[in-house]
């Protein structure tokens, strides 16, 4: 098993230990996560995603959705069946599963839809309006002197002399 080693990051990086620690958690979420359901993640436009699961078997009521913080979570839980049904082959996985989904900042859910033993799940990063590039405009003409205590002192020194 190989393990991320992000001791650098922390040395020459200030402010990403977030982005380290998120690192961290996938990778070791990666190692610890089963292969049931398989799933597939689609960029279906330029800020929208779907994720698709295969849950063949399962009926609407036997799945869950919950989305906490940054972190969507899909459970699938049979019911119990009382028949005493007996099969020559088994291949179709009749079991219990949970499935959790890292999400970036802004990612939100939009809907979910259960088709032909598919769920989909609709996902779309809203960026804030604050967090939007926004072009600054440039006015002609003389700038008004900077006050000394929005300045560094070194800065200061030479917009006096």
Known sequence: MRTLDLTPLYRSAIGFDRVANLLNAVHSNEQ???AFPPYDI??????SYRI?????GFEQSELNIQLEQNRLTVNGEKSAVNSKRQFLHQGIA???FERRFQLADHVRVTGAKLANGLLHIELLREIPEAMKPRAIEIS???VP??????LSPQVA?????
């Open 145 to 150: 002197p900077a006050t000394h205590d929005t």
């Open 157 to 161: 020194d030479k917009c006096v002399a």
């Open 42 to 47: 689609e960029l279906t436009g330029e800020d």
């Open 94 to 96: 009749a079991r219990n």
């Open 140 to 142: 002609a003409g003389d």
């Open 32 to 34: 610890n996560q089963p």
């Open 52 to 56: 698709t699961m295969a849950v063949a």
